[in-house]
């Protein structure tokens, strides 16, 4: 197995490559044309780890995730919140009032779209936000930018004509890191732990209120719950189930048992420490 790849979706300079150099600064980011194309390199053993954004503050839930978690047997072993500053950037030498067109991923300009208005500038889509900044070196006529990431500037020699050009601040991804091996970490008491689990319905009236009940019961706090429909059938619906807590913690081995209970093919894919921005969210809506 590779040692020091950590694959990713999208051009160099997306924001998930932007991830992987502020979690894993020292490993090499290895760019993928797909979300499967990444997971699978670290299944073949061709990556150590995959960067993968699992929902958007703002777009919501990247659902294709879902769908192919269950095709694999890696585990999530951390997880990542990166605040999405869109820049808007354009070839050296450029200034705002040369500008006539900017470029981007459709939901970045979405998110844009009151400052891009402000500038007067034509919109056009592109499949991802780095891509939009590469494509600018081939275009010869002056007068165009796009929103990307600062990373995507620095990598492509660009110009960043102004940070933070998105309307709204806030904006921000949560990523997983995955892995082929399970990498259980050790139950402390000052940590607070989140598990992610998998899981399907048995076909039981109420087998979905009475399984989740069991966390309830137990004190267990339910952070946040999918659901995605795993087969072709359209019969089987699906569960992705993030807790707060530790399966080492006696209240959580008592919300699996009833869980299990009430479900089948339950699978705990990762326990891993809170993120620091999630501890942070949690500690200001308690005040």
Do not use: W
Request: charged share 20%.
């Amino acid at each position: 197995m590779s040692t020091n790849i950590i694959a990713y979706q999208g051009h160099k300079g997306a924001y998930s490559h932007l991830s992987c150099h502020h979690v894993y600064p020292k490993m090499e980011a290895f760019a993928c044309e797909s979300f499967a194309d990444a997971m699978f390199m670290v299944e073949r053993g061709e990556a150590q780890l995959a960067m993968i954004p699992l929902e958007n503050s703002t777009a919501g839930r990247v659902e294709e995730i879902y769908r192919l978690m269950p095709k694999t047997q890696l585990h999530i072993i951390s997880e990542h919140f990166e605040p999405v500053n869109h820049c808007l950037v354009a070839k050296k030498g450029t200034k705002i009032s040369d500008l006539r067109t900017v470029s981007s991923h459709p939901q970045a300009l979405a998110q844009c779209d009151s400052n891009i208005k402000s500038l007067n500038l034509a919109q056009v889509a592109s499949l991802d936000t780095a891509g939009a900044a590469e494509a600018l070196l081939s275009i010869e006529e002056p007068g165009h930018a796009a929103i990307a990431s600062s990373l995507a500037a620095e990598l492509y020699d660009l110009d960043i004509l102004r940070e933070n050009f998105q309307d709204k601040t806030g904006n921000t991804t949560r990523f997983v890191i995955l892995a082929k091996d399970s990498h259980m970490p050790k139950l402390e008491p000052d940590i607070t732990f989140i598990t992610t689990i998998m899981f399907t319905v048995r076909n039981l009236p109420a087998a979905l209120y009475k399984g989740l009940g069991g966390f309830a019961t137990n004190g267990v706090n339910a952070v946040k719950l999918e659901s995605y429909m795993a087969s072709d059938t359209m019969q089987a619906t699906s569960f992705h189930l993030d807790v707060e807590g530790h399966p080492e913690q006696k209240k959580m081995q008592y919300a699996l048992q009833e869980l299990d209970f009430f479900a089948k093919e339950v699978r705990i894919i990762g326990t891993y420490p809170a993120h620091i921005f999630r501890v942070k969210h949690n500690e200001r809506t308690q005040d």
